[in-house]
């Protein structure tokens, strides 16, 4: 058994983060193949690029600041966008496989558990999808948990900087990443040897690494604290007039069917490969296999408390990257620890990454691609871009008012470097100079208008300028085919062309 091991090992894992590389190089790729339309977390990351803040909503800002300082450099596009996502992407895997590789002394072990996050479909699907704020948080994740682990195995000072920006990054990707250095803290805490390294000193230099990141966010979020928590509340607590035992019930259910579905593909992956020697492995038992299990307990018991104390009631599956993404490095170390040959495994896990590698890709290229067969629209054919272009041939804007950061987002990316306004979004208030010559354009999706033709939140941006008053908006719409059009259907837009009136 241990021979098979060894020669399992003696390649090591380098190559892996070859086949990495090409496969997030390949994402990037096929992203450009599909429409030039951006998705709603791209169109966001297009729209809030106009201005540095120190918090814009319910998400914090680190995926805005490195959008902002990406695009600060190359300009808004489609491409800036997929590499940015697939570049931290890349970098996450590398961090997980980096500490995989300290933790197994097997490498094919270590291999299948770096692999083993593309059978998560919350990493390996839905961050290509969208998702911007969860990719975030799974890169500061990775790091923190390369950090952790490095503190605990090797204590040196670098290790403990490395902790404290990854738990920096994370506050400021998601607010739930708080869950998973708290349950790693209270794991390592169960464990006399590893507890060592919690009192040491440098454990303060990690604190004010955290302190440093985090702070600018911190005053924003003092003053913000509404407004950055409605919305995330409102999702958890979707149940309002259910009697307490019912939403306790509900959320508890609801986390239980979570996990579930965040775990469950990756589990059945192995038991595939590994077949009958993995019950086994459920026994096989190390000091990582239950320093990394208590994390995972004890983050369902902080989710539990939101359950019974905060009125969660809705825990989706995607909100537990930051605390389950560690899943199939625990069940390596779990298969590790048991001893059981993971040299055949391996050979059979394979053929399972490169079916998942060539599928997500294929998914999401053909949902877009198949409206022209089916008439199924999906965000991605709406086609903004050719709105964009024929717009400009009617004027030449000041400035654009869009209905909602979707549009407002793809706006800023086709007509740029025009300023765009969202009427979603009231806090971004830039100086507009309308005149005849550089009129105000305002545009809409056709089936938002009311009775004037301007939707109602248009109308009162527009009483919110003195200089417009007594102004007579130009409607008109357009037609434009949707990307990969069923039968040629076209979408429609309303747009105004607004200037001062005469004195």
Known sequence: MESTDNKAGKSGIGWVFGLLAFYFVLQVIVRIAMPPTLGLDEAEQS??????????????????????????????????????????????????????????????????????LITLPQVAFEMQ??????????????????????????????????????????FLSKYNFALLPISALLAVLFDQQMRKRVFD????????????????????????????????????????????????????????????????VTVLVF?????????????????????FGRMMLFSMLGILLLVFFGGASQVKDRWLVPLFFVMPLYLALKIEASKIDAGQALRRFMPVVAIIMIAVPSILFGRVAMASLNGDYERLNTPFLRA?????????????????????????????????????????????????EHPLLIVWPMGTAGESGLSAKATEWLKQRPDLAGAVPEISTIDVPYFYAHKGETYRFGYALIAPPAP
Request: charged share 15%.
């Open 388 to 436: 964009a272009e024929a717009l400009r041939q009617k004027a030449d804007p000041s400035a654009i008012v869009a209905e909602g950061s979707l549009l407002a987002g793809n706006l800023r990316k086709d007509l740029y470097p025009v300023t765009v306004v969202s009427l979603d979004y009231p806090g971004f208030k830039p100086d507009i100079a309308i005149s005849k």
């Open 47 to 116: 729209f809030r690029s106009q201005w540095l803040a120190a918090g814009y909503g319910p998400q914090p800002p680190f995926y805005n600041w490195l959008q902002y300082a990406i695009f600060s450099f190359s300009g808004v596009s489609v491409l800036a966008l997929a590499a940015t996502k697939n570049t931290l992407l890349f970098i996450s895997y590398l961090l997980y496989g980096l500490t995989a590789r300290r933790l197994l002394r097997n490498d094919a072990l270590a291999v299948m558990a770096t692999l083993g």
């Open 201 to 264: 000193w440098r454990i303060g230099l990690t604190a004010l690494v955290t302190i440093a990141i985090a702070t600018p966010h911190l005053f924003w979020l003092k003053d913000n604290l509404g407004f950055a928590t409605a919305r995330t509340l409102e999702k958890l607590t979707d149940n309002d007039h259910a009697s307490y035992i019912l939403q306790v019930l509900t959320g508890t259910g609801s986390l239980l069917l979570a996990v579930i579905g965040f775990c469950a």
């Open 271 to 291: 038991a595939i490969v590994f077949r009958k020697p993995l019950l086994s492995a459920f026994s096989g038992s190390s000091e990582w296999t239950r320093l």
């Open 129 to 170: 999808r969208d998702l911007t704020h969860t990719v975030a948080v799974f890169f500061s994740g990775c790091l923190f948990l390369y950090g952790f682990i490095r503190a605990l195995h090797k204590g040196d000072t670098l290790a403990y900087l490395i902790t404290g920006v990854g738990i920096g990054l994370g």
